[in-house]
């Protein structure tokens, strides 16, 4: 099953030039870079702490959480009221408690994430830009832009606030539509029409490094490579670190969350097999 994987904090956004560019090419590269194994993982906090995996597609409206899958509500809450598959499901005052504070929690922590999501991608493709521009050139970094553009206008399709609706897609559907196989082909166009020129240019800042041997120049340009990496790591710092902020936040928010969730399907059997979220935390060393 194909999964969502976006990871946000310390290690995804501070890296140095050499590991940032191949974090862009492998973005721009492969539509598989939001694709895995081992479930639909949304990891934050510091060095991955804690790995929230959805299982459904989310919907907020005021008042209303609705949880879906393939297009199809699973099950919902509106007005008080829970509905699964369609039926409406008596409940009592303590139930209803539950129901009515579930929804609100995950209302509430939806556009948090969503949030964290953007300004994770804003970081990243502003770093993968400031590396590959001065590498590469402005032609080729008016590309690589462009690849980004792209990335991100494919990310608002599954993550986004229209409104007072915020959406959050994490299922393989959701997925599969909005990075398949039209996605695949839009990049390796995009590649193929850049490849050329980019690797004239890529050669071009080899050989004009200082020095007489090849050597030399390989040396000159790993320093410059470092230089550049330093200047990006200076400039993006002070909003990694408040990124890294708000993961932490947000991993402590959904420990409770995934604790409420417990409590609910425990005393509203109707929902056991509607697990919104697995809560996975790492032992700290």
Excluded at 21 to 41: F, M, P, R
Excluded at 198 to 224: R, T, V, W, Y
Excluded at 231 to 241: H, K, P, R
């Amino acid at each position: 099953m194909k999964k969502l994987t976006t990871s946000l904090g310390l290690n995804g956004t501070r890296l140095n030039v050499l590991g940032l560019t191949a974090l862009g090419l492998t973005t721009l590269l492969s539509s598989n870079v939001w694709a895995g194994d081992k479930g639909n993982q949304i990891s934050f906090g510091d060095d991955n702490q804690c790995q929230v995996s959805l299982n459904y597609d989310v919907a907020v409206e005021p008042r209303k959480l609705v949880i879906s899958e393939a297009q199809k509500e699973v099950y919902r809450i509106e007005q008080g009221k829970l509905y699964v598959e369609g039926n409406e499901v008596e409940l009592d005052s303590e139930q209803q408690q539950l129901v009515n504070q579930y929804a609100a929690d995950v209302s509430k922590q939806l556009p948090e994430v969503i949030d964290l999501v953007h300004d994770a991608v804003d970081i990243a493709s502003t770093a993968v830009s400031m590396a590959l521009t001065p590498l590469l050139g402005d032609a080729a970094g008016a590309k690589i832009d462009a690849m980004m553009a792209s990335l991100s206008e494919r990310i608002d399709t599954v993550a986004y606030q229209h409104g007072d609706r915020f959406y959050l897609g994490a299922t393989e559907s959701s997925l599969e539509e909005t990075f398949g196989k039209e996605f695949e082909q839009e990049m390796e166009q995009l590649v193929q029409s850049s490849i050329g020129s980019m690797m004239m240019s890529l050669g071009s800042e080899m050989m004009s490094g200082d020095g007489d041997s090849f050597e030399e120049k390989m040396q000159s340009f790993s320093a410059k490579m470092e230089k550049v990496g330093e200047d990006i790591e200076t400039q993006i710092e002070q909003q990694a670190d408040e990124l890294d902020e708000r993961a932490n936040l947000l991993c402590d928010n959904f420990q409770q969350l995934a604790a409420l969730e417990q409590q609910l399907h425990q005393q509203v059997p109707q929902l056991n097999k509607y697990p919104l979220m697995n809560l996975q935390q790492q032992q700290l060393k």
